[in-house]
């Protein structure tokens, strides 16, 4: 092992992003990967597949969560934990999710040929429904593994055709209670993903290797809005209750909260509009905007919030319509563990990568795998920052060396006193 660490065969990790990126419900190079799609469920049997030769204990829960566990000498302790998503969002790229999944495998096979011997077992795990595009709330699996949410919030689920999630998993032969996915005390001594940045900074610096310190908090919300519609001719500008009008004047106001929030990290965005009766001749009687609101400090995002919700009451007295608001999800920001981060700094350091540290502004599976256990992500350059686009990549020097970091920290994780 050069430098005392395994070495990635990077052109066979590329291999297999390629291979994967194929199976997708999109014309590539753009890849869709719904959550029980035919697309995911044969990326998962090709991803199954992978973790069979290498060897690995292959099990799927009760939402679909695949754990392939390399067995160490003292099966009994809590096992090391790698991993992320393959689900993949309408016309999105072929890294986001797959470089953690098949990466750890890689640093599996890698810390295998090298010979060496884990004491704790090394597990990947696949998370079902990292994105938000069946039922629109993200981390499906990890948030049930780590009891983020109750088994009757999940039971409520629907996609935008009425399917439940109950309907879905029968669809992927998944058939044990949903009460068996949330994970026991203990199950994991330390999680550590690999994922692009997904933003510019790794790539603007020239610098190969992120470790993440905190990752931001997410959080949505839907707002209604209720006006008077009428004919586009006939009614009179002054006496006008527009809907539209009112969503895009709080559009603005969800801006300008972010901005006065007093934190660098408050992003706030208004990506989902719906209009009715969308006619070009008639003044829209209700629209509904979705805000996704994100910050690393609670303090900061509530403030911004605030100032959201006093903008919509003011607005809504003033162009004299009705404005409802309603959580879709609230959750806290998590901190990377600093014991883990050292390991991970101090195996780049041994390979002579640079390294930043960093925030992650995306959430990821390790937003709620950091309640289960101690955690940070590994993150690697990503071209322009682009992701969740077909134009995404990453280089397969940068995979291959996150990989190999990746690689030496489970090691080091794997010989942690029992």
């Known amino acids: 092992m050069s430098a005392g660490l395994p070495e990635i065969d990077g052109a066979l990790l590329q291999k297999r992003i390629d291979e994967l990126s194929l199976i997708t419900e999109a014309e590539p190079p753009a890849v869709t990967r719904v959550l029980f ?69 890689s640093a599996i096979e890698a810390l295998q040929k090298a010979g060496f011997k884990p004491r704790r077992s090394i597990e990947v795990v696949v998370f079902t429904a ?10 499906l699996g990890s948030r049930m593994l780590a009891g983020a949410l109750s088994l009757d919030e999940a039971r409520a689920l629907r996609d935008p055709e009425g399917q439940s999630l109950e309907d879905l998993r029968r669809r992927a032969d998944l058939t044990e209670p949903l009460e068996t996915v949330a994970l026991p005390e203990n199950f994991y001594s330390a999680f550590v993903e690999l994922h692009i940045e997904q933003g510019p900074l790794l790539e603007k610096e020239n610098i190969p290797i992120g470790i993440v310190q905190a990752i931001a908090g997410p959080s949505a919300y839907r707002v209604k809005i ?88 003011e607005i809504a007295a003033r162009r004299g319509v009705e404005i409802k608001w309603e959580e879709i999800n609230c959750d806290p920001p998590a901190d990377g563990d600093p014991r883990t981060i050292t390991i991970t700094e101090n195996v780049a350091l041994q390979l002579d990568l640079a390294t930043k ?46 990989a190999r970091v990746l690689a030496g920290t489970l090691a080091r994780l794997s010989h942690e006193p029992l």
């Open 37 to 105: 799609s035919d697309a995911d469920l044969r990326g998962r049997d090709y991803v199954a597949g992978l973790c069979q030769r290498a060897g690995l204990s292959l099990r799927v829960d009760a939402v679909g969560n695949m754990f392939a566990r390399w067995v160490g000498s003292a099966p009994e302790a809590p096992a090391v934990a790698t991993g992320s998503h393959i689900d993949a969002i309408p016309n999105a790229g072929k890294f986001d999710g797959v470089v953690g999944v098949l990466g750890g495998i």
């Open 130 to 139: 990292e994105e938000p595009t069946r039922f629109g709330i993200g981390c």
């Open 226 to 313: 209720a006006g008077e519609g009428g004919h586009a001719g006939a009614l009179l500008m002054p006496g006008r209750q527009d809907a539209s009008l009112a969503a895009a004047e709080l559009a603005l106001a969800v801006e300008k909260a972010a901005l006065a929030s007093g934190s660098p990290d408050t992003v706030a965005t208004t990506g989902k509009w719906e209009i009715f009766p969308n006619a070009i001749n008639s003044v829209p009687c209700d629209a509904m905007l979705e805000i996704d609101l994100r910050d690393t400090c609670l303090e900061t995002r509530e403030r911004a919030l605030m100032l959201m919700r006093e903008a919509s009451v």
């Open 357 to 402: 540290r960093m925030v992650s502004r995306a959430y990821h599976d390790s937003l709620f795998m950091a309640r289960v256990c101690p955690t940070t992500m590994i993150f690697i350059p990503c071209r322009n920052g682009y992701s969740h686009r077909p134009e995404e990549h990453s280089d397969p020097a940068h995979i291959a060396a996150g």
